[in-house]
């Protein structure tokens, strides 16, 4: 037994309690925002190249008759938010949340008020501009480019 452990990490040798604790730390971290990690670091949004073009008239989009309107959409790296500003003007949003961008649970959702946005993870909360309203988030959301053509929204990064 001890010729087996001389290769393995110090760790190990704390016996598999060490490792074992190792291991379900990190799924824990994993599964629920930990929005008292103490880390400033806030995890980068992974970059995704997307193109997504919807008809605005669809009925599935009904919510984008009028202005402050929400819907989602695909797209991105965990789905997208549409937002319409007025007639003319249509902002996207990643549903990845920005604070914990690697956390299971951090996607963003349409509060059911409809009045803003918000990633039930840890409870950060985003106006319909994408900007924070309450934290622990601390950047906005990103936004992407659209352009409407018609009634065709058209969506990239
Ligand atoms: S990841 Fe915790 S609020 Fe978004």
Redesign the pocket.
């Known amino acids: 037994m001890a010729a087996l452990l001389t290769g393995i990490p110090r760790l190990y040798k704390f016996g598999k309690v060490g490792l074992g604790t190792l291991i379900f730390g990190s799924q824990l971290g994993m599964s629920a ?1 930990d ?1 008292n990690s103490g880390s400033a670091v806030e995890p980068q949004i992974p970059i995704v190249a997307f193109t997504e073009s919807i008809n605005i008239t669809n009925q599935q989009y009904v919510n984008l008759r009028s202005d402050n309107g929400a819907t989602y959409v695909t797209g991105g790296v965990r789905g997208l938010i549409v937002v319409r500003q007025n007639s003319s003007t249509y902002y996207a949003f990643e549903r990845n ?5 690697n ?1 299971t ?4 959702q349409i509060d059911p008020s409809r009045l803003f946005l918000k ?6 909360q985003f106006d319909l501009q994408g900007r924070v309203q309450q ?3 601390s950047r906005a959301l990103r936004q992407y480019n659209t352009s409407l053509s018609g009634n065709l929204l058209t969506i990239t990064n």
């Open positions: 925002c929005s949340c920005p604070y914990r961008a956390d649970c951090a996607r963003v990633d039930p993870c840890c409870g950060s934290g622990p988030a």
